[in-house]
C-alpha cells in the first residue's frame, strides 16, 4: 500500500462514515467516531481488495477510490443497521 493509498483510504473513509452518519435516518444509535472509524477501517479493507483483484500498478487510482468508497459505504450501512439501540450512550 502507497501513502497516496493510505490517505485516500483515511480521508474517503472518514468521509464516507460521516455522510453515513447524517443520513441515517432518526437518531442514530451508533457514536460518530464509531461510525467513521468503520467507515475508514472499511477503506482500508477496499484498498486490499483492490490490490487483490485490481491491475498490478502500484500508483493510486479512480478505481481504487471507488473500490475504498464502495466498501466504506457498505460496512457503514451494515453496522450502523446491526448496531444495538440505546448503544451510543
Do not use: E, K
Not at 451508533?30 to 500508483?59: H, K, Q, R
Not at 450501512?77 to 440505546?86: D, S, T
Amino acid at each position: 500500500m502507497t501513502v497516496a493509498g493510505s490517505i485516500a483510504a483515511i480521508v474517503l473513509g472518514a468521509a464516507v462514515g460521516a455522510l453515513g452518519r447524517l443520513i441515517t435516518p432518526g437518531r442514530p444509535s451508533m457514536p460518530a467516531w464509531a461510525t467513521i472509524a468503520v467507515g475508514v477501517v472499511a477503506a482500508f479493507a477496499g484498498t486490499s481488495l483492490f490490490g487483490l483483484f485490481g491491475p498490478d500498478d502500484a500508483a493510486w487510482s479512480v478505481g481504487q477510490a471507488a473500490v475504498q468508497v464502495g466498501t466504506a459505504v457498505t460496512a457503514v450501512i451494515l453496522v450502523v443497521a446491526c448496531w444495538p439501540a440505546g448503544g451510543g450512550r
